[in-house]
Nanobody, 121 residues
């Protein structure tokens, strides 16, 4: 398990921006995939974005493409989610996650405690 601590959530108006941060403590996890998920009230947790730390490849939920950007600072063991043009439907608890390459989020993922993002209309 990888200890993960998120920060940066909050309340923002529609059209605004937020940047989430997730710090992984301990050793450097260079071969890990880092990601962000979210869960809105009454809905299942869904994948938002991920990045392969070794190669830099990224993946995004279709509805956030062009608005959200995932990035890492490997020296700081930190992953970021820059969220622009936020919409009320982006309101959710956002979770940082990490897993070894080639594994599944469900079986081998580590999860942070979550940070609330609320977008007002």
């Amino acid at each position: 398990q990888v200890p993960l601590v998120e920060s940066g959530g909050g309340l923002v108006q529609a059209g605004g921006s937020l940047r989430l941060s997730c710090a992984a403590s301990g050793r450097t996890f260079s071969s890990y995939v880092m990601g962000w998920f979210r869960q809105a009230p009454g809905k299942e947790r869904e994948f938002v974005a991920s990045i392969n730390r070794s190669g830099g490849s990224t993946w995004y939920l279709d509805s956030v493409k062009g608005r959200f950007t995932i990035s890492t600072d490997n020296a700081k063991n930190t992953v970021y989610l820059q969220m622009n043009s936020l919409k009320p439907e982006d309101t959710a608890v956002y979770y940082c996650a990490a897993r070894p390459q080639g594994s599944s989020w469900l079986n081998e993922g580590s999860w942070g405690q979550g940070t609330q993002v609320t977008v007002s209309s």
